[in-house]
């Protein structure tokens, strides 16, 4: 077990440090990439955003908001909230893997605490973001001079140097060169703050042991409704309790 435990961390480190190598060379490279290039490939999409609020919703698919330190830090001082109000780890591709035990297992310690990495943007118990107006015509986002990057730049971000495009009702419509360009700024820095996320997450990652005594424990955690978190992040980690409240998923910040 101690050796099937030592290869698991091995790969993990080979894979930590491809990723780092991967990032570091990315952010090197930037310079290779050209706005113009991106705003031509915005005008041949088309865009108008008709604040429609499909994105913020779940209905539509996937509709996490993955969200860094730093722009916690911002919604937290331009609406006067604490880091709970705002996000919960991201923990849905762990709880994906639920029905591998051996898989959920790599993300628990021998205490029984989960291993997240990062956070996401907090949502209601029907998937929608927390902070979309009421349904109507005209969806309102509540903190839109503050809202992350993945929003003011949806539908597009860069992946591999290149532009992606997401789904958008708003995609095929007239947009001015003025525009194009302005997204392309916004989604190449988006890129540039990402990257270095990613960096300073896995340069500060503490590795943990995972055990079968530790997935009982969390098994039974669980049960109980509450679950021990250590969140992993660019600045470090946080630890806390993951509960249900009226609002949906909540983390409660211990350190
Ligand atoms: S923060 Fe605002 S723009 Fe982003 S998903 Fe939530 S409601 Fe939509």
Redesign the pocket.
């Known amino acids: 077990m101690k050796k099937q435990h030592e290869t698991d961390l091995k790969s993990i480190d080979k894979l930590r440090r491809f990723m780092l190598c991967k990032w570091r060379e990315e952010l090197a490279c930037l310079d290779e990439i050209s706005t113009e290039d991106i705003a031509l490939h915005i005008q041949k999409a088309g865009f108008r955003c008709l604040r429609c ?1 499909a ?2 919703r779940s209905e539509d698919g996937d ?1 996490r ?1 993955f969200i860094t330190p730093a722009e916690i830090d911002l919604i937290s001082e331009t609406h006067d909230m604490d880091l709970e109000d705002i996000a919960v780890p991201c923990i849905d591709d762990i709880l994906s893997s639920s029905d591998n035990h051996q898989e959920l297992q790599s993300f628990i310690d021998t205490q029984g605490n989960l291993h997240p990495t990062g956070w996401i ?1 907090r949502r209601r118990f029907n998937g929608d ?1 927390k ?2 107006s009421d349904a109507g015509p005209s969806s309102k ?4 001079n503050a ?2 990057g993945l ?1 003011s730049t949806y539908p597009f971000h860069m992946e591999n140097m290149n532009l992606e495009i997401c789904e958008c009702p708003g995609l095929g419509m007239d947009i001015e060169w003025k525009e194009c360009m302005a997204i392309a700024r916004k989604v190449i820095q988006r890129y540039i703050s990402e990257l270095r996320d990613f960096i300073s997450t896995y340069e500060k990652y503490e590795y943990f042991s995972s055990s079968s005594k530790g997935y009982d424990i969390y098994l039974r955690r669980l049960s109980e409704g509450k679950s021990i978190c250590i969140v992993h992040d660019s600045r470090g980690i946080s630890k806390g309790f993951l509960v249900s409240d009226c609002e949906g998923l909540r983390f409660i910040r211990t350190v």
């Open positions: 609020g994105c913020c509709n908001v943007l973001c902070f979309i986002c509540r903190i839109y809202r992350p929003c």
